[in-house]
């Protein structure tokens, strides 16, 4: 197993992403032969009805998550929600599943994405180059 430092977390669910403020979090590559990987996150109280509701509802939802720092590339797990603990002030959400993009794909969302905003030509170019050297996040959605 790999251990890396959780620097943010969205949750997102189709047009709309909801932004998990971390107090901490870690993220986990359990190296098995499913690919999983673990993403805990400890966050704000106040997100607790938001995750309870999907857990009780079985569903599964898109993690966008950063990597030990800011100007790491987002990733996205196709996640459920495996454990989910309330505390005085805070709650710590577990979340399971299969890394959905990788890093080399993020050239590939980031031109879907400009194509919808309809960019073509030159002015596509222009803001593509743009975009992949700045890495904004994208909004994706399920498949």
């Known amino acids: 197993m790999k251990t890396f ?6 949750v997102l669910e189709g047009e709309t ?6 107090e901490d979090g870690l993220i986990l590559n359990k190296e098995d032969d499913h690919s999983t990987w673990l993403i805990e ?9 938001f995750f309870k509701k999907i857990q009780d509802e079985n569903r599964e939802v ?15 797990f196709q996640t459920r929600i495996v454990s989910l603990l309330k505390f005085d002030n805070h709650i710590s959400v577990l ?6 993009r990788n890093k080399s794909d993020y050239s590939e969302l980031l031109l879907e994405n ?6 073509e030509g030159q002015p596509l170019l222009m803001e ?10 994208l909004k ?3 498949p």
């Open 17 to 22: 992403s909801v932004e998990i403020p971390l």
């Open 62 to 76: 898109i993690a966008e998550v950063v990597i030990t720092k800011k100007e790491n590339a987002p990733a996205y």
């Open 114 to 119: 400009l194509l919808q905003k309809g960019f």
């Open 5 to 10: 430092k959780l620097y943010s977390l969205e």
């Open 140 to 142: 994706i959605s399920k």
């Open 95 to 100: 979340l399971e599943g299969q890394m959905r």
């Open 128 to 137: 593509f180059k743009d975009k992949i050297k700045s890495k904004p996040k």
């Open 41 to 49: 996150a400890y966050s704000n109280l106040s997100l607790y009805d």
